[in-house]
Every structure is written in structure tokens, then in C-alpha cells.
């Protein structure tokens, strides 16, 4: 089996974990720690903005996909933590919304209500695993 760590030279190289790891066997698995919306130098983008914030992180997220080699159809599942709850489902539940997936395959999510995040200005932030053939 192998494995490979990723730090997509885009992103903030974090010290406490990898962006992305793939696990190549008969498939590819694609690991990606949970991201927010942060800048190179991990400062809070969007301070205030759950919207903003919220795309920031889906753009940071597309990324990381594509250093793992692949798209937001091969994502398997997606966690998400957000600390305001109401707002959130109003931005996901907004017709206006545009989503990187393919309507009728979203990715299976779990939402988890939090108190805090990595850093207090940080309003969101989603994992995600994805698989490709090998």
C-alpha cells in the first residue's frame, strides 16, 4: 500500500497535520484534515462572515482535492463543524447556493454543532475523504 502526505504549496503548511493524505491500494483513498478559512500564514480570512468563510474553505477544499487527484465527485463523505447552527443551515438551505458537487450525489455529511474552533475567529471548518480508482 501506498502512501503519500500532501501539502499543497498554496495552503498554510500546517505543523499539526497533514492537508492531505491518499492511500493507493486496488483504490485511492484521499484524506483531508479539516480546513477553514484561513489565509498562507493561517490568519482567519472572512472574520465575522460565515458565507465568506464558508467559501473560502470550499475553495481551499477544491485545492486539496486536486493535489490528491481528485474532484469533488469522488468525495465520499464530508464532516463539517460549524458554532452557529441556524446560520449555517440558512446559507446551505439558500436557493441562491451553488454547490462544487453534483446535484443528486452530494457527498454524506455529518454537522456537528461546536463551541469553538482552532482559532476564535474561525466559524467553520469540513473535512473531507474521498476515493479514486487507483
Known amino acids: 500500500m501506498d502512501k503519500q502526505f500532501i501539502h499543497p504549496p498554496e495552503l498554510f503548511k500546517h505543523p499539526a497535520y497533514s492537508r492531505v493524505v491518499t492511500v493507493a491500494g486496488p483504490s485511492k483513498m484521499i484524506f483531508i484534515a479539516g480546513q477553514t478559512a484561513s489565509d498562507e500564514n493561517y490568519k482567519p480570512m472572512f ?50 447556493m ?8 452530494p457527498p454524506p455529511s455529518t454537522l456537528v454543532g461546536v463551541t469553538r474552533l482552532s482559532h476564535a475567529d474561525f466559524l467553520i471548518e469540513i473535512d473531507l475523504f474521498a476515493v479514486t480508482g487507483a
Open 47 to 96: 472574520v465575522g462572515d460565515l458565507r465568506g468563510q464558508y467559501h473560502r474553505v470550499m475553495e481551499a477544499l477544491t485545492i486539496q482535492l486536486k493535489a490528491g487527484g481528485a474532484t469533488w465527485d469522488d468525495v465520499v463523505f464530508r464532516r463539517l463543524y460549524v458554532l452557529d447552527m441556524d446560520a449555517f443551515i440558512k446559507i446551505q438551505t439558500d436557493p441562491a
Open 98 to 105: 451553488t454547490f462544487p458537487w453534483h446535484p443528486d450525489r
